[in-house]
């Protein structure tokens, strides 16, 4: 693996820069990668006995960097992207990242697996690797790791390289996971049973999908019960073995019956994290909904101590407002041809776009969704590519033609333009997809 050890010599001297250095701020995003992210590398430096403090940022402005500036530390950034608004910091600067390099104008120790042709990894992969090489006693972290690639879409592809694979195999030799075979529904021990059923669109349930009254009967006709001896709705992990058997004969038949023959895209392997009592793309949920709601103050009691009572009354706030901000993108949801967008300017929240823009991409078969929302003098773009082509590349460059910046993955990617310039790059943006789309 010649270029997975290039890479891991970047992490080296990353530390080497490191060891010096007797305190630090750590700064990093706020989404579930980054959340993943800090966590890892809080713990890590915890136990190598650096004082630190953390700074969770949705994105890198001037406005933050004037913050960032008055704490005078060396600065290490997590999962937010390069920008060249760094060469604002006069201290010492540390990158461990994952988005495409940018040149930055400055002198900076970092480390970043797309500088040697390595895209699969996340935030909190990057982040987990460090923590590994400053002290294997930090394998105890690697659940974490996969969390964050669960919250940034890129777990399965991850999965597929050497790196994700040890990744894996350190998780599950710390007893940190279980790996089942199960039905591929969204909820495992956190969504009750019906409507995670209903909810369920890939794999497509015919007359289920979508239709919460046809869930509930056919649970009944099956005679699984949908609420156990408390009242508390049952989810697909309280079911006994004997009811998942049942339920999994039967969606293989809904199917068969209208014409879907692959009985194997029902099942995947999920993750299930012991430690947190949730299959690993819930726990992802639950970081992605700490971030959105700004509570990031739960972020770090993963690392302390774990408090599900805590973080499921934080998901189901993120998840009502989620619901109901949905709801209006679908009322200003705009299709053309296979581009689905939503202009909510001044009707959306900013920190609700990027998932909206997620979950649209599961419900419509448009290939690419766009979804605006403004903060202050910016229009803010979320976009989702189900092409596997490289939209975010056009997405930058229209960006930095418009006095913006922009970035991310193939699957998802955004943009920030002044909010004057917001009709201009969504013109330009029809017009460049036009020729790929």
Excluded at 215 to 228: S, W
Excluded at 299 to 318: H, P
Excluded at 342 to 364: E, F, M, R, W, Y
Excluded at 412 to 417: E, H, K, S
Aim: net charge negative; with cysteine; aromatic share 6%.
């Amino acid at each position: 693996m010649p270029l997975s050890n290039d890479f891991l010599e970047s992490i080296r001297r990353v530390i080497t820069a490191l060891e010096e250095i007797d305190e630090l701020l750590v700064v990093s995003h706020y989404d579930c990668d980054g959340l993943s992210s800090a966590c890892i590398v809080a713990k890590a430096l915890h136990r190598w006995g650096k004082d630190f403090q953390l700074f969770i940022a949705k994105e890198l402005t001037k406005e933050v960097m004037s913050k960032l500036r008055d704490y005078d530390l060396p600065v290490l950034f997590l999962d937010l992207g390069e920008s060249k608004l760094v060469n604002m910091l006069k201290q010492p600067i540390f990158i461990l990242d994952h988005h495409a390099p940018a040149g930055l104008g400055r002198e900076v120790v970092r480390a970043n697996p797309e500088d040697f042709g390595i895209h699969e990894l996340s935030g909190s992969a990057v982040a987990y690797y460090f923590a590994k090489l400053l002290d294997e006693r930090n394998r105890d972290c690697s659940d974490l790791a996969l969390v964050g690639a669960a919250g940034d879409m890129q777990l399965k592809d991850m999965l597929g390289t050497e790196l994700g694979k040890a990744i894996l195999e350190d998780a599950e030799g710390q007893g940190l996971i279980d790996r089942i075979y199960e039905l591929k529904l969204f909820g495992y021990s956190s969504r009750p049973l019906h409507l995670a059923l209903s909810y369920c669109f890939d794999p497509f349930l015919p007359g289920i999908s979508g239709n919460e009254s046809a869930a509930v009967q056919l649970l009944a006709e099956l005679g699984i019960r949908l609420k156990d001896e408390e009242g508390k709705f049952r989810t697909l992990a309280d079911l006994s073995e004997k009811e998942k058997e049942k339920l999994r004969t039967q969606l293989v038949l809904l199917r068969s019956a209208h014409g879907i023959k692959d009985a194997e895209s029902l099942f995947d392997w999920l993750i299930l994290l012991r430690q947190y009592g949730y299959e690993v793309n819930e726990f992802a949920t639950i970081l992605n909904a700490i971030g959105r709601l700004e509570r990031y103050e739960l972020a770090l009691s993963i690392v302390k101590e774990f408090q599900r009572e805590q973080l499921e009354g934080v998901l189901r706030d993120y998840q009502r407002r989620l619901a109901k901000e949905l709801d209006l993108a679908q009322q200003l949801l705009e299709l053309e041809g296979d581009v689905a967008l939503v202009d909510g300017c001044g009707k959306l929240s900013v920190n609700l776009a990027s998932p909206i823009a997620t979950i649209l991409t599961q419900l419509l078969e448009a290939k690419i969704v766009i979804v605006v929302a403004s903060e202050g003098e910016e229009a803010k773009f979320s976009v989702r590519n189900k092409l596997k082509l490289p939209i975010n590349e056009i997405v930058r460059e229209l960006a930095q033609e418009l006095g913006g910046e922009g970035g991310g993955h193939l699957e998802a990617c955004g943009a920030r333009v002044p909010i004057g310039e917001k009709d201009e790059f969504i013109a330009r943006l029809r017009e460049r997809l036009s020729h790929v789309v």
